[in-house]
């Protein structure tokens, strides 16, 4: 797999890219950020956000907790009753942020917990005791899961554990096994996902609409159309490079100092997203948009609160704006609308509309658009919406303009 640094950015892509590096950022400072890229196959979906494990920070746990304890907030069965001094004397280290996978073969014990085999068989001491899965391992860091249709279609077990954990921040996971007692543990992890939605079994918002909601935002993955961007793409991956890796162009020592100062660059931000606020009246805004679209959940606006600021953060903005809050809006509504409703949305924010729109004031007079500006947003004739497919849904949010005066 090509490492993060010399990976191709290009139009299709940056918004994917952009929310990886946002969901790094919020992760570390303890607030999951739960993302989810759809798109055609073989589009670099997967390859981009695997490939994010290397730029991940580092975070403090205490020595050998399998649960990944912050020293500061031990959440554990073994650790959360534990002093502070007590602490102190288990000592204090540092590992990678986690990053682990659940797949389409995983078992529920797996994913959540099962008992510690290795335990119960020690001839020597024999205990019954707990092996956290992958979820509670992966607190305070990723856990990633392609094809989340089709999982949320051949695993509802699965899917049930996941609407636990995404549906507030931190989840909560409850871990029983028959004889021991049920474990009940918060777990902080930010959950991303990829899927095509022009594949079977569907749209993930079609198959399990409440897994898709808990998805903060969902950026669909657009195809590569420059042709500078395809050679490249076809040079980075020839047989040829790939047997030249330690030539000067290729050093794998340039790429790790690359992904350092990404590191570096997203610990800043994490600093500066931790004393980050919004506004009020950008609040007010949000909660206008809720009531009067009556939207049905306040993940969306509590998304595009955490969004915008997360946006403004990695634009190294003082402070987020409205053009923050109008970016995000897709990304947020486009998995949680139907055609109908987004498209009403998406036009009530656009400011050139005059009385209509959501940010105009009482004594602003609304400046009549001219004729040849009103027809750029319809260059083509009309049509009722109810027949409007998903991609052209998807090519219409994408030929907007939002930007305000």
């Not at 912050?70 to 990678?96: F, Y």
């Not at 260059?379 to 090519?395: A, F």
């Amino acid at each position: 797999m090509l490492p993060y640094a010399k990976l191709e950015r290009y139009e299709g892509n940056e918004a994917l890219f952009e929310l990886v590096m946002m969901s790094i950022v919020s992760t570390y400072d303890g607030e999951p950020l739960h993302i989810h890229a759809e798109g055609l196959r073989g589009t670099g979906k997967t390859t981009i956000m695997r490939a994010a494990r290397d730029i991940l920070p580092t975070i403090k746990r205490i020595t050998g907790c399998i649960y990944n304890c912050d020293p500061a907030d031990p959440h554990c069965p073994h650790h959360r009753n534990l002093s502070a001094q007590e602490i102190v004397d288990l000592g204090v280290e540092e590992i990678p942020m986690p990053f682990l996978e659940i797949s389409h073969s995983a078992k529920v014990g797996t994913v959540a917990g099962s008992i510690d085999l290795a335990k119960l068989t020690d001839g020597r001491n024999p205990e019954a005791r707990l092996l956290p899965g992958i979820i509670p391992q992966a607190h305070r860091g990723i856990i990633f899961i392609d094809e989340i249709n089709r999982l949320a279609d051949t695993a509802p077990e699965i899917t049930d554990i996941l609407l636990d954990v995404m549906g507030t921040k931190p989840g909560h996971l409850q871990i029983e096994e028959a004889g021991l007692p049920v474990v009940h543990i918060k777990v902080a992890v930010s959950v991303w996902a990829a899927s095509n939605p022009d594949e079977e079994p569907g749209p993930l918002e079609e198959i399990r609409r409440q897994l898709s909601d808990r998805f903060d935002m969902v950026c669909y993955m657009g195809r590569p159309t420059s042709e500078v961007v395809l050679a490249n793409i076809l040079k980075e991956n020839s047989h040829n490079t790939k047997i030249h890796t330690n030539n000067s162009s290729n050093n794998p020592g340039d790429y790790e100092k690359q992904h350092e100062r990404y590191t570096q660059i997203l610990l800043r931000w994490a600093e500066r997203y931790n004393q980050a606020d919004l506004p009020d009246f950008l609040r007010n805004y949000m909660a206008r948009l809720y009531v009067k679209h009556n939207l049905e959940s306040i993940r969306a606006i509590e998304a595009m609160q955490q969004g915008a600021v997360l946006y403004s953060t990695i634009k190294d903005r003082d402070q987020a704006s409205i053009n923050d809050v109008i970016h995000m809006l897709p990304l947020i509504l486009k998995h949680r609308l139907d055609s109908d409703t987004l498209i009403r949305v998406i036009n009530d924010v656009d400011v050139k509309s005059g009385k209509e729109s959501m940010f105009s004031f009482v004594n602003k007079k609304p400046n009549k658009p001219d004729i040849a500006e009103e027809t750029e947003y319809f260059k083509n004739s009309g049509r009722p919406l109810k027949e409007l497919k998903r991609q052209e849904l998807i090519n219409t949010e994408k030929s907007l303009d939002f930007q305000v005066d």
